[in-house]
């Protein structure tokens, strides 16, 4: 899903896809973390750059490291749900999903003192149960409109040039700190955040559109 999927917003209105296509605003978006590494670095590099960006944390990697997770709500970050384990939950036992969700809110909120408002589920995959769900949790569920692909890029050009050639107005890019291809997209990072100013795009967190 490297573009805008647009014919799945159709189907699903009430998640979070993209931001308002007529401003030349893109919101960063990091998934897997934190990590000991990765995640340090990149919030020099966001603090360097002035961007406030959102992450999406698995609770056990939160639970591992909360001083990590203390440092991005400090420095004014946005801190979404990415599951507790990081494992697929389309279609999985609907007492287990909960689980995974309530139990990362609450290691969020035990270190942060605030409730993530926002839901990212594992590698994208959800089902209609999903719904109801976010409104039970009162959490907004939040995809995307450019999926990178840092994940599996072994060259941080190549990296660049697809985040040239599918940039959008109002687009919800992906990365992954917690990732061990991490690396990869921190060599590039600085180069595309070069290159998004240029192309004269903003840069927001998902609170400023959402809540």
């Known amino acids: 899903m490297w573009v805008n999927p647009s014919i799945l917003r159709i189907f699903f209105p009430w998640i979070l896809w993209k931001g308002d296509p007529k401003k030349k605003t893109v919101f960063l978006t990091f998934d897997d973390g934190p990590h000991?590494?990765?995640?340090?670095?990149l919030l020099d590099i966001l603090k360097t750059e002035k961007i406030?960006?959102?992450?999406?944390?698995?609770?056990?990697n939160a639970l591992q490291y909360p001083g990590l997770v203390e440092s991005i709500a400090r420095e004014?970050?946005?801190i979404g749900n990415h599951g507790f384990s990081h494992a697929r939950m389309d279609f999985?036992?609907?007492?287990?999903?909960?689980?995974?969700?309530?139990?990362t809110?609450?290691?969020?909120?035990?270190?942060?003192?605030k409730p993530p408002l926002f839901f990212r589920p594992p590698y994208?995959?959800?089902?209609?149960?999903?719904?109801?769900?976010?409104?039970?949790t009162n959490q907004t569920?939040?995809?995307?409109?450019?999926?990178?692909?840092?994940?599996?890029?072994?060259?941080?050009?190549?990296?660049?040039?697809?985040?040239?050639?599918?940039?959008?107005?109002?687009?919800i890019l992906v990365f992954h700190d917690g990732h061990p291809n991490a690396p990869v997209m921190l060599e590039a990072f600085e180069k595309i955040v070069t290159l998004i100013?240029?192309?004269?795009?903003?840069?927001?967190k998902l609170s400023e559109i959402v809540h």
């Open 36 to 41: 000991p590494q990765h995640t340090l670095k």
């Open 52 to 60: 406030l960006a959102t992450f999406f944390l698995t609770g056990k």
């Open 76 to 78: 004014g970050h946005d």
């Open 105 to 113: 809110n609450h290691i969020i909120f035990s270190i942060t003192g």
């Open 197 to 204: 100013r240029k192309l004269d795009f903003s840069f927001q």
């Open 92 to 103: 999985r036992n609907m007492q287990w999903i909960r689980s995974e969700i309530e139990k």
């Open 124 to 136: 994208g995959r959800f089902d209609l149960r999903f719904h109801k769900l976010m409104k039970e």
């Open 141 to 171: 569920l939040v995809l995307w409109s450019l999926l990178t692909g840092d994940f599996e890029e072994s060259l941080s050009q190549c990296l660049i040039e697809r985040v040239q050639k599918h940039l959008h107005p109002g687009a």
